[in-house]
């Protein structure tokens, strides 16, 4: 089974690559994003608490997000495996998801950073704005808080990783083309096999 973590700040190009992973390995893409976006939708009482701290630009709280992901894997018992776009997100985020793993007997084989700076993030998410409808890409303010509390509160799990998956924890810059990014990805999976 692959399993996959994908991180980086909002706007790095997770969600792409995801999406290019997916196609080329079969996984199941598990984006706490869209889990959220799919509970608000839907006006789950999970997805009613998420709402209120995305709007704001906040991360939503750990024990949610965990609750969230669990249920979110529950309905793909059968997948060859995941990938993670954009979880963990905080330490206890990353402490509670290994417990989750533990208990379902799964394991990381890769966690992949996303570097891209913040100017280039602002200028990619105000322009995902314009398309996207989401009033969290259309607020320069908003933007930077999200950006900020990623700095604060996630760049930290590059350490974590570090220390306990040091083999398979790999940055990559994130400001080149997305066929780049791609390849780099995948030269990773290659070489590691």
Do not use: C, W
Request: hydrophobic fraction near 35%; proline fraction near 3%.
């Amino acid at each position: 089974m692959l399993n996959i973590v994908l991180f980086g700040p909002p706007g790095s190009g997770k969600g792409t690559q995801a999406d290019l992973i997916v196609q080329k390995k079969q996984l199941t893409h598990i984006s706490t994003g869209d889990v959220f976006r799919k509970n608000i939708s839907q006006q789950t009482n999970l997805g009613k608490l998420a709402e209120n701290y995305i709007q704001k630009g906040q991360l939503v709280p750990d024990d949610l997000t965990i609750n969230l992901l669990a249920n979110e894997l529950d309905s793909y018992s059968d997948s060859n495996g995941y990938i993670f776009d954009g979880f963990p997100r905080t330490l206890p985020q990353a402490q509670a998801f290994s417990k989750l793993l533990e208990k379902k007997e799964m394991n990381l084989s890769f966690i992949i950073s996303l570097e891209v700076s913040e100017n280039e993030l602002v200028k990619r998410l105000l322009n995902r704005g314009l398309d996207s409808g989401r009033a969290d890409d259309k607020n320069q303010e908003v933007i930077r808080n999200r950006i900020q509390v990623y700095h604060n509160q996630t760049a930290m799990l590059k350490n974590f990783y570090l220390n306990k998956l040091k083999d398979s924890f790999f940055s990559i810059d994130g400001e080149r083309t997305v066929n780049e990014i791609s390849e780099d990805i995948f030269n990773i999976f290659l070489r590691k096999k």
